[in-house]
């Protein structure tokens, strides 16, 4: 690597430490770990209690009952924890003084996401770390497969979101616009809105009328939705994702809702925002 190349990557270290540090001097990291360390305990005891109500009968895995809870909690974090984050930066100077020291604007968008990225992935692992004991003393069960098979899923997850949530926080010029960009957001993907969309498009160009069966493409645009793509993905990658409620993997999936093709969009949701973001942000001044 080159000396230009070392010296990038010094920087990005340095300030996806200062971030993660940050996240611990505000309390935030604090709080994100005490909010899914509860999390993980209640789930842990009310697994419990059923299986104690059920005397066994049913084995009742620990993570399995983690899957939909941390899952829906994740991108709720990342987007309402992270979309301001820059923009308050900037509104308080700081980010004018970062940029004033050897940080380019492109360190600055990709050490936000990778701190950030951390710091939400730790809190998801206090969540597994803390249900863990509970759950073996309530009689639980646990399989190591699956625990290490969620923990890598989560943390795609973490960094799919956590990446969009950086791109509005860098488009973004005020607090409020971020909130009310991350919180659109997590309606459209998480609640399943996506998938009207290309309804509306059917119904537009197919002159103001549902067609009995829709085209393929229709298929293929809900498959986009990065939520959607998650749980294709991670369904691949540990079988109980499939259970989520929120999106059944189809039994039969097409070429574009198979693991790899599902990854390969998770990889768009990173690059595409950040690579916007960054873009729009080079520009902006502060």
């Known amino acids: 690597m080159s000396q230009a190349g070392h010296g990038f990557l010094d920087r990005l270290l340095l300030f996806t430490r200062e971030d993660v540090h940050d996240a611990v001097r505000d309390r935030q990291a604090h709080v994100l770990v005490g909010m899914f360390a509860l999390l993980g305990a209640g789930l842990a005891y009310a697994a419990g209690r059923n299986a104690r109500r059920t005397s066994a009968q049913v084995d009742i895995e620990l993570v399995s009952q983690l899957l939909a809870p941390v899952t829906l909690l994740i991108p709720l974090v990342a987007l309402g924890v992270v979309a301001p984050a820059l923009v308050e930066k900037r509104s308080t100077g700081s980010l004018t003084v970062l940029l004033g020291l050897p940080f380019s604007r492109q360190t600055v968008v990709l050490g936000t996401l990778l701190g950030r990225s951390i710091v939400i992935a730790m809190s998801v692992l206090a969540a597994l770390l803390v249900a863990a004991p509970i759950a073996l003393v309530m009689g639980v069960s646990i399989d190591g497969t699956l625990f290490a098979g969620s923990l890598l899923a ?133």
């Open 154 to 286: 989560f943390f795609v997850l973490t960094i799919t979101f956590t990446a969009i949530a950086v791109a509005i926080s860098v488009v973004t010029k005020t607090s409020t616009r971020a909130s009310f960009a991350a919180f659109s957001a997590y309606v459209v993907f998480v609640f399943q809105l996506w998938t009207v969309l290309p309804q509306i498009l059917l119904y537009v160009v197919s002159g103001f009328t549902l067609p009995e069966t829709s085209p393929p493409w229709v298929d293929f645009v809900v498959a986009l939705n990065p939520m959607t793509a998650f749980t294709n993905f991670a369904g691949g990658l540990v079988p109980a994702f499939e259970n989520i409620p929120f999106h059944a993997v189809p039994d039969n999936p097409a070429v574009y809702e198979q693991p790899l093709f599902a990854f390969v969009i998770l990889l768009g949701w990173i690059g595409g925002p950040l690579c916007f973001g960054y873009l729009r942000f080079r520009k902006t001044d502060l």
